[in-house]
């Protein structure tokens, strides 16, 4: 069985600019999770969806943005990128309920 | 309420000890309580979780220790072994709400 896929594995933007993470969860997983990983902070929720819908919410600005698609699979934008943005992006799916996440590897995310 | 607060930040074993990394929450309607391991360049693992209806849980070389009253839970990694050297992150939940994690502690075991 295929893990939780996350794609690109780095980017590197520039300030003002936005970006596209993708996550593909774990077949038949209907819940997909998104967090935030700096050694500064931790591991910070950000959103998760459930069925295409929003379902939890973190307290980040309304620059992070995230969706889910019929097929599970979900994606993050940030627009109007800062350098505190700067961070490993993790996904990680479960079956329904947020217990037994199962993450990817993220993306590192670096804002010049 | 929500917070779920861990230590130490980093320890230092030496291989066969014992690592014991502690939690502690205010929230008391968490009632799933879990722990992550991460190594470097992955995302973190489910390691062992416990629910509070049990004051302990074995798996292997882990041990969860749940204190209800107190509002306090930890990891016990017995014989600990150079490959355990990773973070370890405590987490708390309910229902369909999101997971809180806790800070991490870096974990290294010394051969």
């Known amino acids: 069985k295929a893990g939780v896929t996350q794609t690109p594995r780095y980017l590197i933007k520039t300030r003002g600019q936005q970006v596209t993470l993708s996550c593909s969860p774990i077949s038949g997983h209907r819940s997909v999770s998104w967090y935030q990983q700096t050694p500064g902070q931790g591991l910070q929720f950000l959103f998760e969806y459930f069925s295409e819908t929003q379902r939890n919410k973190g307290n980040f600005p309304g620059r992070f943005s995230g969706r889910q698609f019929s097929n599970s699979r979900s994606e993050m934008n940030v627009s109007t990128l800062e350098l505190g943005d700067s961070a490993l992006y993790l996904c990680?799916?479960?079956?329904?309920?947020?217990?037994?996440?199962?993450f990817g590897s993220g993306t590192q995310l670096s804002v010049l | 309420q929500q917070q779920v607060k861990q230590s130490p930040q980093s320890l230092i074993v030496q291989k066969g000890g014992i690592s014991i990394i502690n939690c502690a929450y205010e929230n008391t309607a968490f009632d799933y309580f879990p722990w992550y391991q991460q190594f470097p360049g992955k995302g973190p693992a489910l390691l062992i979780a416990i629910r509070p209806d049990v004051s302990e849980k074995k798996e292997g070389r882990f041990t969860i220790s749940f204190n209800k009253s107190a509002k306090q839970f930890s990891l016990h990694i017995m014989d600990s072994q150079p490959g355990d050297s990773a973070t370890y992150f405590c987490a708390a939940s309910w229902g369909a709400q999101k997971l809180v994690f806790g800070q991490g502690t870096r974990l290294t075991i010394n051969p």
């Open positions: 990680a799916s479960s079956l329904d309920t947020n217990e037994k996440l199962f």
